[in-house]
């Protein structure tokens, strides 16, 4: 009765101990972080019931993606809608270079080992042919340009049995070694999360990978590929293994 009236000709002959309680009430207290209003007026009445209709109206309209409001609000519902049609209409090239890309991130989470021994079997393959063509294709330039070495009939084929020297080196040494190496090296020096910490781990790495694990792969690649291919391993690590 006495919140409902706000005329101070109402007010008269009412206690005062009842107003200064009615006024307290009106205000907001702040208890355990959180705002709670009094509900002894018809005025905190009106506020909380304008409140929660305007937070229902805005729950709505969030849960409601067909509601907009604005043309921002058009247009962006049109560029997320957009995106399911681009992505329906790709090329069957495009979803089987997808398909593939996801089989072969399975295939690493599952076999990683074996995984990795294949890829690189085929990238020392394919590595090894490039370097050959391209020298047979120097070598035929220079015996096209000398006509005397173009009279001898001499020419230069690939070497199939280089490549498959290669090949295995890829699938036998160079990626398990590389794969345990490195798996060794992620136990050792873990990323960080603070710059300062991170650029000295990344700069660790570096230099254990270019100071020790560098020349071990390297001489790895000399003892594997000179007995296969009928070479005298010490010589040839003297002549070649600095510059390498």
């Known amino acids: 009765q006495y919140g409902s009236h706000n005329s101070d000709e109402d007010k008269e002959g009412i206690p005062t101990a009842l107003l200064d309680e009615e006024e307290e009430e009106d205000e907001p207290r702040e208890e355990s972080g959180m705002i709670h209003f009094s509900m002894g007026t018809e ?12 937070l229902s109206d805005t729950e709505r309209n969030d849960d409601d993606p067909n509601h907009n409001t604005n043309n921002s609000g058009n247009n962006n519902n049109n560029k997320r809608t957009s995106r ?32 990795k021994s294949i890829t690189s079997a085929i990238l020392t393959g394919a590595g090894d042919l490039s370097g050959q063509a391209i020298q047979i ?30 090949i295995l080196l890829g699938l036998l ?8 190496y490195y798996d060794w090296l992620d136990r050792c020096f873990p990323p960080a999360t603070t710059a300062p910490l991170c650029h000295r781990i990344t700069w660790t790495k570096l230099a254990i990978d270019q100071l020790c694990w560098a020349p071990t792969i390297t001489l790895a690649v000399f003892l594997f590929l000179d007995p296969l291919q009928g070479r005298a391993v010490l010589p040839h690590l003297q002549r070649d293994f600095g510059s390498t």
């Open 43 to 54: 005025s905190t009445r009106l506020l909380l019931t304008k409140t929660s209709s305007l």
């Open 84 to 115: 399911p049609r681009q992505s329906s209409r790709r090329s069957p090239a495009a979803r089987c270079g997808a398909g593939l890309l996801l089989w072969y991130q399975h295939e690493l989470h599952e076999r990683p080992v074996w995984t």
């Open 137 to 166: 294709c120097m070598y035929n330039h220079d015996t096209d340009n000398d006509n005397s070495s173009s009279s001898n009939g001499t020419t230069m084929s690939l070497d199939w049995y280089r490549t498959l020297c290669f």
């Open 173 to 180: 040494v160079q990626a398990p070694l590389t794969h345990y």
